[in-house]
């Protein structure tokens, strides 16, 4: 197994494996970039088919959280863990004690939140055995208890980012009547459909779990279509909110929206398909740009949460996105490379 020439090493300044054969933990810490600050990344738990898989994972995502957090100008770094398991199988206490302990070891460095495979309340027991995570603060706020979820913060930075674009590509300030076509009505994609709706938006949604499908579908005026139908709709926006790698060299031919924007991680399957999306006159937002409401929501709990300051923080998602379209248009570049290269200025 390689690691200094896998594709996605990009300079890490760390990379931590973390075994312990009592409760069978397996996981690697991959931290990128410290120099905005200590590296906060959630934590992933996935039956991944080979460690190689779970090393790349871990390398991927640490870089993209380094260049999240740098656009999102916040005062933090890149890092992100794996764990190789099943959630649902091989999750317990012990295997949770003992991965609160590597976090640990790192004395603050690598700091601990939530992800696909672990919960706010594996959060809240890890948090017994180091103080270094994130995303477990319940508060009460003026909208009312917030349970340490970031999605409805990364919800409302999504639905600020559909703003922008949609003023810069369609030349709208309104969102009365866009066409949208969401992908994923969980924990984000519920909360921006919620938004869009009440903003005026006509929506398509789609889900592969039945359940979370027929909720949204009881409280929204929305049409419902099958997964594989999302992508040719003719509508304005496309909203990804299920799983990343979703522009591909088969949904791309298919799209009929002047908009790709929407809350899932590493969009776009290959970089190349950044340019694509411009050659083809799709403003495409850049994910870790659009969906950084989370992470600043986190920061604030960490900071002393305060719910105005954190509403301005995701305000600044718009100046953000509309500076990359901006030289985007000027440059004649893709937004993605774009973003990438202010972000690159940033940490
Ligand atoms: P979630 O698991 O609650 O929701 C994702 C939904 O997508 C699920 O209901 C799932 O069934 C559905 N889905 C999966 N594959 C699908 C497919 N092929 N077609 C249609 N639907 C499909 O996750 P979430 O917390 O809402 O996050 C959504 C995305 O946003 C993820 O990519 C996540 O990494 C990203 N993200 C989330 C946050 C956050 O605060 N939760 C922050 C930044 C980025």
Not at 9 to 34: K, M, P, T, W
Request: proline share 3%; with cysteine; glycine share 10%.
């Amino acid at each position: 197994m390689s690691v200094f020439s896998e594709a996605d090493y990009d300079n890490h300044e760390q990379v931590v494996f973390c075994s312990d054969a009592g409760s069978g933990l397996r996981a690697v810490i991959a931290i990128h970039n410290c120099r905005r600050g200590p590296a906060l990344g959630g934590c992933r738990m996935w039956p991944y088919a080979s460690e190689q898989d779970a090393v790349r994972d871990a390398l991927r995502l640490s870089r993209g959280m380094t260049y999240k957090s740098a656009m999102a100008r916040l005062p933090l770094g890149g890092g992100k863990a794996v764990v190789i398991g099943d959630p649902h199988r091989d999750k317990s206490r012990a295997l949770l004690e003992a991965l609160a302990l590597a976090v640990d070891r790192l004395g603050g460095r690598y700091i601990v939140a939530e992800d696909s495979g672990t919960t706010v309340a594996d959060m809240q027991l890890m948090r017994h055995f180091t103080p270094h995570v994130a995303g477990v603060e319940e508060r009460v706020t003026a909208n009312g208890v917030h349970s340490g979820d970031p999605s409805p913060a990364t919800a409302y930075g999504v639905f600020v980012g559909i703003r922008a674009a949609v003023r810069v590509r369609l030349g709208q300030d309104s969102l009365t009547g866009l066409r949208v076509a969401l992908q994923g009505v969980g924990h984000v994609g519920l909360a921006l459909a919620r938004r869009l709706e009440a903003a005026g938006a006509r929506l398509w949604i789609t889900d592969v779990r039945r359940e979370a499908l027929s909720r949204a579908a009881r409280e929204l005026a929305a049409t419902v279509v099958e997964p594989q139908e999302i992508f040719g709709l003719d509508v304005d926006l496309f909203a990804p909110c299920a799983l990343g790698a979703v522009i591909d060299d088969q949904c791309l031919p298919r799209l009929k929206a002047a908009i790709v924007a929407g809350a899932a991680n590493n969009q776009l399957a290959e970089a190349r398909h950044d340019a694509e999306l411009f050659r083809r006159g799709i403003l495409y937002a850049p994910d870790y740009v659009i969906n950084a409401g989370g992470i600043i929501d986190i920061h604030y709990e960490r900071s002393g949460y305060d719910h105005a300051a954190v509403t301005r923080h995701i305000d600044g998602i718009d100046d953000s996105l509309t500076e990359i379209f901006q030289r985007s248009r000027q440059q004649r570049r893709p937004t993605g490379e774009i973003a990438d290269r202010m972000a690159e200025e940033l940490f």
